[in-house]
Structures are given as C-alpha cells and as structure tokens.
C-alpha cells in the first residue's frame, strides 16, 4: 500500500485465477502482548486479531480467590451495610461465589466492566462514576459520614478509596476477596512485538517479574493509573487510554502504532 493505494498481485493457477491483496485492516502485521489474566485476554485476544494484529496472550497474572470468612459474615448481615462498593468484576465475582443475591445496600461500581458484571447477576448499580478510578468513586459518594460501606477488592488495591472514605467519617469494611499473584513466564516468544498492553498496576509488576518489555515495543495503558506504575519503574509510555476501558485501551493502540 503506498499514499492510499491498494495494488493487488493477479496469478493465474491453471483455471484458478487468485488475486492477492495486502491487508489493510489497521494492525495488520502487528504482535501485540496482553498481559491481563487468562480467563480475561480471550476477548480482547479476538478483537485484536479482527484488527489484523497478531494477538499474544501473556498473562502477567492470575487471580485467585481468598473466600475470607469475614466476607461471609458481612453478606451473613449485608441489610446492615449502606453501600456496597465494587472496584473490579473480580470483586463481583469474588462475591457471588459467596451469595446468591444481594438485597438492602445500595451498589456503586467503577466502570463498565464491573456495571456489566454486576448486571449479569441481576444487580443494577446505583452509581457508576464518570471516571473509572477510586477517586472518582470517592467524589460521587459524596457525603458518607456515619455509613456502613463493604468493600471487597484484591489484597494489593490501592488505599485512596477506603482510607478517603474513612476520612470522610464512613465505617469502612475493607476485606481481601481476591489476590493476584505473578504467573510463570509465557512460554510464547514475545521478542517482535510491536505493542505491550497492560490492564492495571499488577499486570506491570507481574510482567517485569518474568523480564523487560521488548526492546522497541511501545508501552500502552489503560488509564493513569497504570502508567504511573509503568513509570515508576523506569517503563516509557507511548499510550493512555482516554477511557479507562477495553474499548479505550484499543484506541489508544491504534493511534500509539498508526505514529509508526
């Protein structure tokens, strides 16, 4: 393809005639790494390939859930708590192994993934911020002083959310429902590849674990957070999501190798 033009290669194959264009989907010839966990990189595996990119799916970490039993207690009583808040589908998840249903608190879940989790299970949220961050989440609360709050999210999440919370005068209950841990390095070769995604702060910690970025692959995240991770330990970042989702994420992909 040269300023826009597709040529196409004419062969004549005893009565076959094939004509053989060059793909012009917009990540063609790319390798592109996730670094999300299994169970969550199959999706976005499929739309890259859709996009002509040469998916590899790397995972950085795994999930695994805890079923503390103080988290049983809570939902033993969860007429007791005002609001229940959701920062991951993980914590849904973690969740509804435990119960069948949730009845009495309000529900506030940050971002899509997590609304749609939650929505799958019957349970339409209260309160989904603008921006998907804890912050945001903080904001759209608003006043909390003397409300009961669940919170069930990993062991490493970040302490804006409860610690700002409790500032503001709630009785925040913070528990572990899951952990995430580095997985074993991926057994695919990812020396070529032109893009590494990362989907949250463990996915970075968990893939330096196992080794550096490829030399020449552009760093790209799905939102601030993230790459304030990547920074911190020393990663150049060509990327931000402007929306702190898989459909941001992608765009931001895009655009970050269409420069190239």
Sequence with gaps: MSNGEVYTWTFNIGHWTLDIRPDTRPLAGRTVVITRPQADAERLAERLRGLGATPVVAPAIEIEFTDPPELDAALASIREYHWIVFTSRHGVEAVFRRTAKIAGPKVAAIGPATAHALRKRG????????QYIAEAVLAALGDVRG???LLPRADIARQALPNG???RG???????????????????SIDRADAVTFTSSSTVRGFLENGPV????????IGPITAQTAREYGLE???VADEYTED?????LLKALSAT
């Design 170 to 188: 709630a009785i925040v209950h913070e528990m572990a429902a899951y952990r995430t841990r580095a997985t074993e390095p991926a057994t695919a």
């Design 147 to 149: 409300l009961k709050i």
């Design 165 to 167: 919370l409790s500032a």
């Design 214 to 221: 490829p030399e020449g692959a552009k760093v790209i995240c």
């Design 248 to 252: 941001g994420l992608i765009a931001a």
């Design 237 to 239: 970042v060509a990327a």
């Design 123 to 130: 349970v339409e949220p209260d309160l989904v911020p603008a």
